[in-house]
């Protein structure tokens, strides 16, 4: 099994900046791909940004220029910079990877206990 676990969520004005990470531990083959979500009470969850092992990036049209994603050196953390941040960015932010385990048949989707980021103006 594996599990993931977030830090960097808090309070800020809009205008600033976040930054939140994501590491996954546990008995780790590969990461095929990382990703942030988020979703706010009443409203499907939306797919934030999404980085593949080679490097690739995805981002919704929402935060594209704002917001950074990113892995570290080890490939088993992940990164999320936001900047010019708005009150509609306020919400609760879940990292999620898709993990193959050294113990696993096939690789299986993890999720974050998630993190409250809340921007206010």
């Known amino acids: 099994q594996a599990q993931l676990v977030e830090s960097g969520g808090g309070l800020v004005q809009a205008g600033g900046s976040l930054r939140l990470s994501c590491v996954a531990s546990?008995?780790?083959?590969?990461?095929?791909?990382m990703a942030w979500y988020r979703q706010t009470p009443g409203k499907q969850r939306e797919l934030v940004a999404a980085?593949?092992?080679?490097?690739?990036?995805h981002y919704s049209d929402s935060v594209k220029g704002r917001f950074t994603i990113s892995r570290g050196n080890a490939k088993s953390t992940v990164y999320l910079q936001m900047n010019s941040l708005k009150p509609e960015d306020t919400s609760v932010y879940y990292c999620?990877?898709?993990?193959?385990?050294?113990?696993?048949?096939?690789?299986?989707?993890?999720w974050g206990q998630g993190t409250q980021v809340t921007v206010s103006s």
């Open positions: 546990g008995r780790i083959y590969s990461i095929n791909v």
């Open positions: 980085i593949t092992n080679d490097g690739s990036t």
């Open positions: 999620n990877a898709n993990i193959r385990s050294y113990t696993s048949a096939s690789p299986t989707d993890y």
